[in-house]
């Protein structure tokens, strides 16, 4: 098999629906660009669009350097105009404003342009509530990544999910500077608190990893083409782990103190919890959860207000990073102490 041809061929059913996708998510493509995607001559890409054509996709043609180009129509099959109302407008706007962490990508660029096609087939009627709807929603993000630097990468990450196309990442693990190689399938993005995460198949790593797209140093799409799996969930990967971290599950159970009771017992923290209350207004939470400093990091967050019941490693682990924090911020007043004294006798 010739380098950049897909991995096997496709049957007729499978070429339509790749062709479909590739005129949806590129501007144009010549005959002869079709029948490399899809590993067949010319004669059978013919047919294969008369064949799209027929299931009620407008095709259009034009000629670019020299080139006859195929694209679609409209982008879609027989969509018809969208028309809103007021509180789906009201529901697209706070989608809008949870999305504040895609600054600087080209995502963020792209839902702008969404809006202002929105913007400009409104009714009249519509159009004087626009500015009061876009502020019934306001995000406060801290700790928000700057993702201006990766937009370049970002771009042809989104070509190759669109696309499904194998790449080649050059990344840096967190705390190095030097970038590893890795040949990636890339799936899905992941999103978690503010953070933009790509999960994929690594072929030279055996197995599913997950990319923080502000640490890809570089990226070259290939045109080798990948198939999804049919078992592939991505929520699967994640649903032992407290947050991103997938490594073995422990049981957990954490007690917290009544004054902070009612903004815990009211959350999801894990599918398949139990929380329970006592006589004294503490609440118990108990859940099965990986990923041991996402859950120090948590547990942390409250203070003296809750405390590791089970299992005892996550007691330690906590117990040695109060210790360390303790012995730290002793150290420091002890310092300042010292600086004092040094001032005064001066």
Not at 194 to 199: P, T
Not at 232 to 261: C, N, W
Not at 299 to 313: D, K, M, Q, T
Request: proline share 4%; glycine share 6%.
């Amino acid at each position: 098999m010739l380098k950049g041809k897909p991995a096997k061929k496709y049957s007729q059913a499978g070429r339509l629906h790749s062709i479909i996708r590739l005129l949806e998510t590129r501007r144009g493509l010549t005959l002869d660009e079709l029948a490399q995607e899809c590993d067949v001559d010319r004669r059978t890409i013919h047919r294969d669009l008369n064949a799209v054509e027929q299931a009620g996709y407008s095709l259009t043609t034009e000629w670019c350097d020299g080139k006859k180009v195929y694209s679609f129509l409209t982008k879609s099959r027989n969509l018809p105009p969208i028309t809103f109302t007021l509180p789906q407008l009201m529901s697209l706007y706070l989608l809008r404003s949870l999305g504040a962490h895609l600054v600087g990508t080209p995502f963020q660029a792209e839902i702008d342009e969404l809006f202002k096609s929105i913007h400009s087939v409104l009714p009249d009627r519509h159009a004087a509530h626009l500015e009061r709807i876009a502020r019934v929603s306001l995000p406060l993000l801290h700790g928000a990544r700057d993702y201006s630097p990766s937009a370049p990468f970002i771009e042809d990450l989104q070509k190759a999910l669109l696309q499904q196309y194998r790449i080649r990442l050059n990344y840096a693990k967190k705390g190095k500077e030097e970038a590893d190689a890795y040949e990636v399938d890339p799936y899905t993005l992941v999103f978690h608190k503010g953070g933009i995460y790509l999960l994929g198949n690594a072929h030279n790593r055996s197995g599913m990893r997950l990319f923080a797209l502000e640490r890809i140093r570089g990226i070259e799409v290939t045109r080798q083409r990948f198939e999804i799996p049919v078992s592939y969930q991505p929520e699967a990967h994640f649903s032992s782990a407290f947050g991103l971290v997938s490594d073995t599950p422990m049981k957990v159970k954490i007690r917290f103190s009544a004054e902070i009771a009612h903004a815990v017992k009211d959350r999801i923290w894990m599918p398949g919890q139990k929380i329970s209350s006592d006589a004294e207004g503490r609440v118990v939470v108990e859940f099965k959860a990986a990923g041991q400093m996402e859950l120090v990091s948590w547990i942390l967050s409250y203070g003296i207000h809750a405390e590791v019941l089970e299992p005892a490693e996550l007691r330690k682990e906590v117990k040695q990073q109060v210790k360390g924090m303790r012995e730290f911020y002793r150290g420091k007043e002890k310092e300042s102490e010292k600086v004092e004294k040094k001032a005064k006798r001066s």
